[in-house]
């Protein structure tokens, strides 16, 4: 065979090797490389707490974006006992591609009862595989543990006040104690929740409540404490309660055009307040309407956040040498050249003295909101701590500042007309959470020491 050919078909063959190495030799190494992966499946967890009720729902994420998910185990285990709440098994697309999910969100139900679990500790196990041929083909394995707490008793709720007379408007005090830790407590009146307080009492077990009736609310209306635990678990108890049915007044308030004019045109509105097709008298009333309710409830939402200290003491103070111009849950009529265009309720308390007055904190507690707020005009509220908040409006200047701790008695405003007021004077509001009452109860030494006072005083 002549040089050159031999040179030639060993050229030929090199070229015949590499082709066959790039066909067959490099895919089987790349796909080895990957059904080879060791990152295994990811679980994600969110747990509502760690105890467990009589229904326990559990959310799950098991992903595995390499090889995809083979298959999964979950099981509750008790003193070495398994209950397999979950197994689940996923298809292959083929021997070369692994897995076909590579996510699956799984909700668990764990119900104690049906699984003859009694109450105590327990280990969650929850185990995934993926399609790795890691392992001697068995794939990439994560074990997630997690210790639960089956508790499927209800709280027990013992009532340590004996009498909760109410007035339509007004509050109340309820001193109960639960025999374990809670995610909440409180009462319910009517459809409202009032959430109850630990901390003031030296047993962590005893709750202080103060709670309100709104004034539309009836003498029917149902009261009841609610406790719920770390598991879910809920209990309810009755207990004496005495509403005392209250008539409250009927007000007819002239609306005048120059009361239209000097105070609607002047009047900061919010954008949607401003189309060019509306009157002055259609203006007023979405004010009076739309913008009363938006800063009623930005001024109740700072309920959300009362401190666990009892501040104040004593009789609330009331603005010297004042006399009342409007009072609580007045049922007010709007009436424009003779018709009736409105009617609204005042929730609070109108006091008039001389032009610009010092407006006095009426009991001690932090400044928790200074602000300008619609027909409200310039308002300073006090937390008095565990719910109780005082409210300051239609002041012509602030003299406090935002988380100070005032005294009582110590000024920290001046009366005005800011807002949607008509001539100078105080709004002046108490809220008990996001209900407000009538402050004419705390202006009351008896009442304070008959419904508050003497009861923390029994319980102490």
């Given at each position: ?219 029917d209306t149902e009261m009841y404490i609610l406790a719920v635990d770390r598991a879910g678990n809920?209990a309810k108890s009755g207990f004496p309660h005495y509403i005392r049915k209250k008539k409250f ?212």
């Amino acid at each position: 065979m002549k040089e050159g050919s031999i040179l030639k078909n060993a050229k030929g063959g090199a070229k015949l090797i590499l082709i066959l190495a790039i066909i067959i030799i490099i895919p089987m190494i790349v796909v080895l490389v990957i059904r080879f992966e060791g990152t295994a499946p990811i679980i994600s967890c969110q747990f509502p707490s760690p105890a467990v009720g009589l229904m326990y729902e559990l959310k799950l994420n098991i992903a595995d974006e390499g090889s995809g998910l083979r298959k999964i185990r979950i099981a509750v285990i008790r003193d070495s006992l398994e209950n397999l709440l979950l197994e689940k098994d996923y298809p292959a697309d083929n021997f070369i591609m692994g897995g076909t999910v590579k996510n699956d969100p799984v909700t668990i139900k764990i119900e104690p009862r049906k699984l003859k679990i009694s109450d105590g500790k327990v280990l969650l196990q929850i185990i995934a595989r993926d399609y790795s041929w890691r392992n001697f083909w068995n794939g990439n394995l994560v074990k997630f543990e997690q210790d639960l707490w089956i508790d499927t008793k209800q709280p027990e709720i013992n009532v340590l006040t004996k009498a909760h007379n109410v007035n339509q408007g007004g509050c109340g005090l309820a001193i109960y104690q639960i025999n374990e830790d809670l995610a909440e407590s409180g009462v319910m009146a009517g459809d409202i929740f009032f959430p109850g307080y630990a901390g003031y009492f030296r047993d962590k077990n005893i709750y202080l409540c103060f709670f309100a009736l709104e004034y539309q609310k009836g003498v029917d209306t149902e009261m009841y404490i609610l406790a719920v635990d770390r598991a879910g678990n809920k209990a309810k108890s009755g207990f004496p309660h005495y509403i005392r049915k209250k008539k409250f007044k009927e007000d007819e308030l002239a609306i005048s055009d120059d009361f239209l004019n000097s105070k609607i045109a002047g009047f900061e509105l919010p954008e949607e307040f401003k189309p060019s097709h509306l009157t002055i008298v259609d203006k007023y009333l979405k004010i009076n309407r739309e913008l009363r309710k938006q800063n009623t409830t930005a001024i109740l939402e700072l309920s959300k956040n009362s401190d666990k200290t009892m501040y104040w003491e004593g009789t609330f103070l009331r603005l010297p040498n004042s006399a009342p111009r409007a009072g609580f849950a007045d049922h007010r009529i709007y009436k424009y050249n003779g018709q009736t265009i409105d009617r609204q309720v005042h929730l609070g308390v109108d006091l008039a003295s001389l032009s610009q007055s010092e407006v006095p904190a009426a009991n001690k507690g932090k400044v928790v909101y200074i602000e300008n707020v619609g027909i409200y005009g310039k308002t300073v509220v006090i937390d008095h701590g565990f719910g109780i908040f005082s409210s300051y409006s239609h002041l012509s200047q602030a003299s406090v500042e935002m988380g100070k701790i005032v005294e009582k008695g110590e000024v920290i405003g001046n009366t005005g007309e800011t807002g949607l007021a008509a001539g100078d004077h105080l709004h002046f509001a108490m809220f008990v959470n996001n209900v407000f009452v009538n402050p004419i109860e705390w202006w009351d030494a008896s009442w304070i020491e008959n419904n508050i006072i003497s009861k923390i005083k029994d319980n102490g």
